[in-house]
T-cell receptor, first 114, second 114 residues
Framework: GENVEQHPSTLSVQEGDSAVIKCTYS??????FPWYKQELGKGPQLIID?????GEKKDQRIAVTLNKTAKHFSLHITETQPEDSAVYFC?????????????FGKGTHLIIQP | DAGITQSPRHKVTETGTPVTLRCHQT?????MYWYRQDPGHGLRLIHY???????DKGEVSDGYSVSRSKTEDFLLTLESATSSQTSVYFC?????????????FGSGTRLTVV
């Protein structure tokens, strides 16, 4: 089955700096790659996603890039703010997020230092 | 999250007892999923459903069963709870590949087996 590796497990950045979280996947048939943000005591919330026919997608301060050849994708957060502190999960799916479910990475705890 | 409710939010139960967790949605989404979240493991898929009475196993299905008799309800049952099933359980819903917003997660159920 699919295996998703996520790095780093913890990332500490100064407020205003950029943060980058990287994921690799094993199954070349995967075609849907979402990113989730989880705040303490809450369920994960979708923040951005990308499908395999697109190389990059942006939404204000966040962006995701996908390299299908290398089978890796990354989350970029610019101008980080205190409210960006959370755990971030990447995921992959062969079914576009439908049947079979998503395979998640183990998460990155992002800490924004004031 | 709006449209998806998990109950109970917290439960403590004894080893060997049966436990049922409920997920209720008001979005009329086709797909429903149960995940468990454990430190160091991220989110792992237990079971999923792709329609009423249509379910299948995920990565960590041993010791769990599910039922979906109505579109809006997806039940997760631990037939005989064990300490290894102490975890936070999340339900998620999805419209699948045609859905624009990926998964929506519930707020979770924290289950402790003593």
């Amino acid at each position: 089955g699919e295996n998703v590796e996520q790095h780093p497990s913890t990332l500490s950045v100064q407020e205003g700096d950029s943060a980058v979280i990287k994921c690799t996947y094993s199954d070349s048939a995967s075609n849907y790659f979402p990113w989730y943000k989880q705040e303490l005591g809450k369920g994960p919330q979708l923040i951005i996603d990308i499908r395999s026919n697109v190389g990059e997608k942006k939404d204000q301060r966040i962006a995701v890039t996908l390299n299908k050849t290398a089978k890796h994708f990354s989350l970029h957060i610019t101008e980080t703010q205190p409210e960006d502190s959370a755990v971030y999960f990447c995921a992959a799916s062969k079914t576009g997020g439908g049947a079979d479910g998503l395979t998640f990475g183990k998460g990155t705890h992002l800490i924004i230092q004031p | 999250d709006a449209g998806i409710t998990q109950s109970p939010r917290h439960k403590v139960t004894e080893t060997g007892t049966p436990v049922t967790l409920r997920c209720h949605q008001t979005e009329n989404h086709r797909y429903m999923y149960w995940y468990r979240q454990d430190p160091g493991h991220g989110l792992r898929l237990i079971h999923y459903s792709y329609g009423v009475k249509d379910t299948d196993k995920g990565e960590v299905s041993d010791g769990y069963s599910v039922s979906r008799s109505k579109t809006e309800d997806f039940l997760l049952t631990l037939e005989s709870a064990t300490s290894s099933q102490t975890s936070v359980y999340f339900c998620a819903i999805s419209q699948g590949v045609r859905g624009p917003h990926g998964y929506t997660f519930g707020s979770g159920t924290r289950l402790t087996v003593v």
